[in-house]
């Protein structure tokens, strides 16, 4: 395949590296949801773990590193999920992490973070005031700035999930969440490597274009906001080297309504008994909003994460 900067014999020697318990994570298929969409859905949830969502494939991965070059702090900036996965592999290792994050981020996260024992520092904008924020105070301390989608290790961590996909397999489709980007070109790396005939379909907020719009106009794209409900996934300032991987791996990236997002929520607590954060909804919502497409197929959409504030839940879904 053309070259992204992945290596899939790195990829799989990261599975020798990350705790046990963010791999092999479940994977099955989702009856009810087949019978409201009109395709064979299936799941992977990558929510049964210690910080509720994908970020540990990687961080797990940065930390090993830190650990053996005898660093002993990193910096990162983070909507939420990052920032708890770092704080709990920096523990298990003895890094001193600290976490930048806006203050308006869901407390859910914020709470997790700091219960995780990591130094948490807010700021009073969006991620991308967050993301300025951790590269001074990084240079500033003169310690790791750990930066999600463009550190290789955290789209080689998230790719594990691709290994387990592609075993599991044969899929018509993967349906990916698109924010930085480690996700989508982790996995989307290994299904072109190991499944090419498995479409990789990446979805992001209308709110939230950035990098969606990057890809189709094949250079970086930014935004001057980001509204969408789906925070995990509301950056406006695509990093170029992800974006090249990207365009490497994705078949297509479609932006998708709040409102669909908001019913893939709905879809899976009625149907899967799952209580899931929007940025995890996307892939239903891609399909809500194009069944057609995906008539027949034999679909997994990745759930990345379940770290939601309660109280916006439920307004969400008028509980």
Partial sequence: MP?????????RAARRVIDPVFLDSPLYRCEPLDRELGCRVSIKLETANPVRSFKGRGTELVVTGLAERGERAAVCASAGNLGQALALSGRARGIDVTVVASRFAPAAKLERIRALGAELELVDGDFELARERAAALAKERDVRLVEDSLDVETCEG???????????GPFD???IALGGGALATGVGHVMRSLAPGTSVRTVQPAGAPAMTLSWRERRVVTTDSADTIADGVAGRFPIPEALGDLLVVADDAVLVREASIIAGMR????????????SAALGLAAILEDRARFAGLDVVTIVCGSNVDLPAYRRWLGL
């Fill in 3 to 11: 070259e992204t900067r992945l290596d899939l014999d790195r990829i």
């Fill in 158 to 168: 998230a790719a594990t999930i691709g290994l387990e996909l592609a075993d599991a």
């Fill in 173 to 175: 489709a993967v349906l």
């Fill in 267 to 278: 879809l899976f607590l009625e149907h899967a008994g799952l209580v899931v954060e929007p």
